[in-house]
């Protein structure tokens, strides 16, 4: 049997191909009938241009249809998908280019100077363009392709995409995922999630990550059903489509900016069945705040690059805020202390997974994979988490986020949720700065309301809040305020740039 994803997922797309697949902002829709002749003419111009099975095809495009169909084409072919941050400069494109050496790179107009001058240099066959409305040289050069193509034979273990991680810290590294790592994964959430016939998902992801390329796209291709296809979240498109849809996925921050607008609430989800959040921590807050609003439990997931999801609040059972729920089926979760064993329930420890769905490795990096990996074959995630009496997983950060101070550790996020329920605090993110006695000094940089609780916080209030609720060591020793954290693309706040900036202030 091909084991082709594309196989897998068309296997699963409606027997009448007039139906609908994505709708677009302005009306538009493409029907499944579409992707199957667009993929297939733009398959057929890939393996026209000479590339090879298991060659690369890289893209820094927008969000657009055709760039959902590049993808697919590209597995179909048999290559290896690797999408690009449209926001990557020169720096970024040139180490990907040259370490992933694709066999056609597609870029947006406003980028092929810098993609020919670094496609010539990392000897990148193939440049060609897809603008940010889906037309371009890629949509020319396969008009005339014929729409049929015998989708390339895969089995499970070989190679579909390499995502390359945010990488916070040293070189970015390309994830290796096989078709069978998706599949698995893809399989997984659509029966876990319950999705069913007549499902609308409202998609406002970004395509170039695995929450909207796979989590999101995945499941709505399994279950045959249609998508609000949006470029990007917006507040005003997303009170409009709500309605209108059934299950909705986004980041914490997606959540917490439809708190913000007084109009959202129950109507506004009427016919939702599932709101999903991850990529980041949600706060039990805005759990809280939403559920009180909206009359729904947001189920929280994680997962990461290197796998997909591990873990999910249930469907059907309790939802617990500040939690990531239990190990999904077929992913074994394990918990474990600085020497390697199990940790009890309610002690942090270094969280690692195994299962089908985790990734086969970094690209040209045997040896950091092989360090990334236990004996027995587990992921070491670097996530940091703990246990509850029933199995549910909390996260309490990243490792190397792990603060630790005069020997002893400390995990940002105990303090960022004391401080966080003070008045007048939106948000606040705790990190490890240089100290010359402790190593690193336990320091919190808080973001304030607008508002007189706000202008009334101050370092010293803060910092006296703490003490007597925390042991001495965790307290913070420097406090900044700020407007707003920095974030990426997906939401998460970006330590080690607060790092940067703050292990440099002259007020230390
Ligand atoms: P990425 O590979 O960009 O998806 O990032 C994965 C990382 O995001 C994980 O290793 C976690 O540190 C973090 N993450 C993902 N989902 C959650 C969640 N629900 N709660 C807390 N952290 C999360």
């Not at 100077?113 to 890629?138: F, N, T």
Request: with cysteine; proline share 6%; aromatic share 10%.
């Amino acid at each position: 049997m091909n084991q082709n994803l594309y196989s897998f997922l068309a296997s699963h797309f409606p027997k009448n191909p007039a139906a609908p697949s994505m709708i677009l902002p302005d009306g538009r829709v493409w029907t499944y009938g579409d992707i199957e002749r667009a993929s297939g003419r733009m398959a057929n111009l890939i393996v026209s241009l000479g590339l090879r099975p298991g060659d690369r095809v890289a893209a820094q495009v927008e969000k657009t249809p055709e760039a959902l169909v590049l993808y697919l084409a590209a597995i179909r072919a048999g290559m290896v998908f690797l999408p690009l941050n449209p926001a990557y400069q020169r720096q970024e494109l040139d180490y990907f280019l040259n370490d992933a050496t694709p066999g056609l790179f597609v870029c947006r107009p406003q980028m092929r100077a810098l993609a020919d001058e670094l496609a010539a240099k990392a000897g990148v066959p193939h440049v060609i363009e897809l603008d940010d409305d889906g037309r371009g040289s890629l949509i020319a050069a396969a008009a005339p392709q014929p729409d049929g193509f015998d989708t390339i034979v895969r089995t499970t273990a070989d190679l579909a995409a390499i995502l390359y991680t945010s990488g916070t810290t040293g070189r970015s590294k390309g994830a290796m995922l096989s078709h069978g790592n998706l599949a698995h994964n893809a399989q997984t959430l659509h029966a876990y999630w319950h999705f069913q016939p007549g499902d609308v998902l409202l998609h406002m992801l970004p395509t170039f990550h695995v929450h909207g390329l796979f989590v999101a796209c995945h499941c709505v291709l399994l279950n045959g059903s249609a998508m609000f296809f949006e470029p990007k979240f917006d507040l005003a498109r997303a009170m409009k489509l709500l309605p209108q849809a059934t299950v909705f996925m986004g980041v914490p921050t997606y959540y917490v900016r439809l708190l913000l607008n007084p109009a959202f609430g129950r109507d506004t989800c009427r016919n939702i069945r599932l709101f999903v959040a991850g990529s980041a921590p949600l706060l039990k807050e805005t759990f809280d705040e939403f559920r009180a609003r909206s009359g729904h439990t947001i189920l929280e997931r994680y997962g990461m690059t290197e796998g997909g999801m591990f873990t999910s609040n249930p469907y059907d059972g309790e939802r617990r805020g500040g939690t990531v729920g239990h190990p999904l089926p077929g992913t074994a979760i394990r918990i474990v202390g600085a020497d390697g064993t199990a940790v009890r329930t309610g002690v942090v420890g270094n969280i690692q997974v195994k299962g089908d769905n985790v990734f086969v490795g970094y690209w040209g990096m045997p040896e950091k994979t092989r360090e990334e990996f236990t004996a027995d074959g587990f992921f070491k995630t670097g996530d940091m988490g703990s246990w509850d009496a029933d199995f549910y997983i909390t996260i309490s950060g990243r490792s190397k986020d792990l603060v630790i101070t005069g020997g002893l550790n400390v995990y940002p996020k105990e303090i960022e949720e004391l401080i966080d329920a003070m008045p007048g605090v939106v948000e606040s993110a705790v990190i490890g700065l240089p100290h010359p006695d402790f190593g690193e000094a336990v320091s919190a940089v808080v973001v304030r309301q607008k508002n007189p609780a706000g202008a009334a916080l101050t370092e010293a209030a803060i910092i006296s809040a703490i003490k007597g609720q925390l042991a001495n060591f965790k307290v913070p020793k420097w406090v900044y305020l700020v407007d707003q954290l920095p974030r990426n693309a997906m939401g998460k706040v970006q330590k080690s740039i607060l790092r940067q900036q703050y292990s440099a202030m002259p007020d230390r």
